[in-house]
């Protein structure tokens, strides 16, 4: 489905030289999850092979990096799809939104920036507790201090999927506000409340909902594995919660 989406993107990007800024996002946001996909694959023959700890090491630190970096550019792109469809679609006659409004692509290309800085603390932060996350499974041997940097660590991580998911959050209740304000003027007018404008709200909503909630469900499980994996290690159950993740 992604290498669908991203052909046929590229296919009228060259045809027409010209390609729309949401055709663009899919298109960037179809290229980072086939790479994602791709690491998961990577990781799934790796575990099936018995390699040994060195190279198992140095390929766990890998695909960790490119797992995180993926990981990141998904939600970052997704991120910058909702806001598009806000400023697209919704109108409000404030004059910050409107200034936001006019300049949509330097927003969503700011976005994407600010969301390089997160990336950056995230991947220091990785590297520098790397050690400790190779060697996860034996985690309950370490005193209780390494367990104590291990909670601090992981708390820092995940604070870096509130970026995305508060801007989400944001867009989906600006784009309901604006649908609730739009059907009462039309109302007000005795139009009819089903023209294309509040089916486009509509739409916009169902789609920045659906990957609201499943982020949602993606930052859960991620975290559930991240906490799980230092008590189980290598029990069936962490297995598992990896394999939910993915």
């Known amino acids: ?9 590229c296919s009228e990007w060259i045809r027409n030289q010209n390609i729309f800024l949401a055709d663009f996002i899919f298109t960037c946001l179809a290229t980072s999850r086939i790479m994602q996909l791709l690491v998961v694959v990577s990781n799934s023959l790796i575990m099936g092979l018995s390699l040994s700890q060195h190279y198992t090491y140095k390929l766990a630190k890998s695909i960790t990096l490119l797992w995180r970096i993926t990981n990141h550019l998904n ?3 997704a991120t910058c799809l909702s806001i598009f469809y806000l400023l697209k679609i919704a109108y409000f006659s404030h004059s910050l939104f409107l200034w936001l409004k ?23 932060l990785l590297e520098s507790f790397n050690d400790l996350l190779s060697n996860v499974s034996n985690l309950t041997l370490y005193i209780e201090e390494s367990k104590t940097l291990y909670v601090e660590t992981m708390t820092l991580l995940s604070l870096t999927c ?13 784009l309901f506000l604006s649908l609730v304000r739009h059907i009462r003027n039309l109302q007000l007018n005795c139009m009819d409340s089903r023209d294309s404008s509040t089916e486009a709200h509509k739409r916009a909503i169902k789609m920045v909902m659906s990957f609201l909630f499943l982020f949602l469900i993606h ?19 962490a297995k598992f919660t990896l394999l939910a993740v993915y």
């Open 75 to 77: 939600n970052s792109l």
């Open 219 to 237: 930052i859960f499980v991620t975290q559930v594995a991240n906490w799980i994996l230092p008590m189980f290690g290598n029990h069936t159950s």
């Open 102 to 124: 006019w300049r949509m692509k330097k927003v969503v290309l700011a976005v994407l920036v600010f969301s390089l800085l997160f990336l950056i603390f995230d991947l220091l």
């Open 1 to 9: 489905g992604n290498v669908f989406i991203g052909l046929v993107n």
């Open 162 to 174: 509130l970026f995305p998911m508060a801007l989400s959050l944001t867009s989906v209740l600006l």
